[in-house]
């Protein structure tokens, strides 16, 4: 402990000394305007809510109450809830992923476990592959560890561009891992074709490069048969992240990993750091509810719900946003994604949808990992929050603010 | 996205790739040890936990089931529960903090408000200034950047030595924080006396460097009047970490910070990142159980039965071991400091109390900051998991032990 006098760096004079890349951490513009835009009355279509109105709430309830009042370690730390992996075993199986409970490790939601993972996987300055739009929450969970971003065009219609992913590879790139959204895209909206799943999990075999797979909308499927996710094809070089928050309810924060067993270890150790232990009683209320509710009809009761939000948001944008407008159907997920001509930029366009109309979006550029905002004519429409009939009067609303701007210019 | 052959790196045959600092994450013997020993039937001295028998089951239960049946928000993602801050506030008031409901910020609990902090504050291979025997949560939290500690010896009847920290600073250490716990010291169950405090926080405010206040016993004081949090000398550079885990219950993982109101948008960037939101549902659960039922009465409770089963660990104490060993009765917290003769390895004991005695506590030496073991005769004993009877049974069986050991050498 010999501190000499060049240790000391220079104060500013007022406020603390943060680290580095947190001086410049604040609220984006984007972030400011949709704070401002959380009021009563907004048509909202800009976060990946999922509607309250389809909790299954008497079944929570009903849980709840026999947790408390028979479970005295539900109110106490804890390990994780042995019952709890069992039912996401099940669950898993149900998207044809088969894994055994020492695979599973329980997280405080999704976005936990993408962050422990990160936290084991990456360097300060290591190189991650991922899409060029993508999760603004999983840029976050990078961003303190300033990597190198290798970034990857996606086609809406099939997936993430495996063919460059497999190019810069054979050039040499090692990143720490591959990051994923195989179904139901977020922003994109788009789910990997079966041959390009086949090819993304032979190139982590090939290359021994982990892809972290996250699965937030897997059991959101609206066409007949869902594809598995990647995990599904491989059990060593996929770590899958999975969520209760879009099938259950956000608010109890528990998700989980389903990861190659000697990892797990290591990642209760990084846990432990975090948050000491996943919320002992939300952990039993939810295995509760697993095994004596209906997870089936719940599910189905989503989809079909969901799917009706689809097709009502389809046909409003059918007819009321112009000929020019181009998007796919999505069949996973809870977004549309809309490409506008390149006039149009939607950053602008939410300002004026917000004051004028009372609908809120998400502008494309807020997905960029690049610099460049290469998608200032796109947006992101959420279709699971609102009911159908707002979903009409909120996209003709939009579509007629759109037309006026292209009548314009 | 220019990728030059001589990026790759050398993987190793046959497992994933992890961070350099996460090769040799694992679980330490100790922890395999306490793992083990989590069983019915043992004794446990060991963890800081507080005792179900003693949780306020029934008002959680009605302040639950009022929650869910009228609050359709609560089971929706959300941002911080406003009426909480302000039962914070009140709360904070007890402990003669003066703060606005614009400084709280509300966490997955207070480890995750430690690691907030650490991230918007600490540099990788910045400096950190703590006691030589510290909570090992917080070296964990610290222990992914890398940092040079800087660490000062603590009076076990007085606390930190601010003279040390004085020297080191007029020296020109320059940590990104120091690191305190106040009150009922984890784990030398020590209370900093008010001189200590005043000197403390005006170092803070001298040299500019926040103090860290981590404070989960606070409200757990014995004597008549407990001092003040540090937060309550100086709003500027003291940002206070709370937990609700021991006054109410561990399960419910929510904490929160006291900070000055310009760090808040920052803090609620890297929560975003972290894990999107605190659990909105326990939230309301805590915030409306502190609306409804007396918190007053229920801390008198607990201030009550803690301060007997401290009174018999005390007295126990002065039965079973060695007149020898050296400990202050702590007039706050959870826990006891014993010193035992310098030929006692309590690392050593440990075992055998497990095995034999089937009791356990935690070895000092879990708790050095340096690699040199200096507390390798000192235990740290836990008296607010077990009743009374338990206690005296318990310390009587590892007195025992000790007295054999001593008799041995």
Request: hydrophobic content about 45%; aromatic content about 8%.
């Amino acid at each position: 402990m010999n501190i000499a006098p060049n240790l000391a760096v220079t104060r500013p004079t007022e406020a603390v000394l943060l680290a580095k890349w947190a001086q410049n951490v604040k609220r984006s513009q984007l972030q400011e305007i949709l704070f401002a835009a959380a009021k009563p009355g907004i048509i909202s279509f800009a976060m990946g809510l999922p509607d309250p109105e389809l909790f299954p709430v008497k079944g929570l309830i009903r849980a709840s109450r026999q947790v408390l009042a028979s479970d005295s370690l539900a109110l106490q730390y804890g390990p994780p809830f042995q019952p709890l992996k069992s039912r996401i075993v099940e669950l898993m199986a149900k998207r044809k992923v088969v894994c055994r409970e020492e695979q599973i490790f329980i997280t405080t939601g999704a976005q936990q476990g993408m962050n422990l993972l990160a936290r084991l996987l990456l360097e300060p300055g290591g190189q991650v592959l991922t899409e060029e739009m993508i999760y603004t929450g999983f840029q976050q969970v990078i961003e303190p560890y300033a990597p190198r971003v290798l970034s990857v065009p996606t086609d809406v219609r099939a997936g993430i561009d495996v063919a460059v992913v497999a190019s810069l590879l054979a050039r040499g790139a090692c990143p720490a891992f591959i990051y994923a959204i195989s179904s139901g895209h977020n922003p994109l909206a788009v789910s990997l074709t079966e041959a390009k799943r086949l090819q993304l999990v032979e190139l982590a075999r090939q290359y021994r490069i982990p892809i972290i797979e996250d699965d937030p909308y897997g059991f959101l499927n609206y066409g007949d048969e869902a594809l598995p996710p990647l995990r599904a094809y491989d059990d060593q070089w996929v770590f899958y992240v999975g969520s209760f928050s879009k099938i259950l309810t956000p608010a109890l924060r528990v998700g989980w990993l389903v990861v190659p067993e000697s990892l797990v270890p290591k990642l209760s150790v990084v846990k432990e750091a975090s948050d000491i232990d996943t919320n002992t009683f939300t952990q039993r209320l939810i295995s509760r509810f697993l095994e004596q509710e209906d997870i089936d009809l719940h599910l189905s009761m989503l989809r079909r719900e969901y799917r009706a939000r689809r097709d009502a948001m389809a046909q409003a944008l059918r007819e009321h946003f112009p000929a020019a407008a181009k998007w796919e159907s999505p069949d996973h997920g809870v977004f549309f994604w809309v490409d506008l001509p390149y006039k149009v930029d939607t950053l602008a366009l939410l300002d004026s949808a917000l004051e004028k109309e009372r609908v809120a979006f998400i502008p494309g550029q807020a997905f960029g990992v690049e610099p460049s905002n290469r998608a200032t004519n796109c947006m992101r429409l959420n279709f699971s929050h609102s009911n159908p009939s707002l979903i009409r009067e909120g996209i003709a609303r939009v579509g007629k603010l759109v037309k006026e701007v292209l009548n314009r210019i």
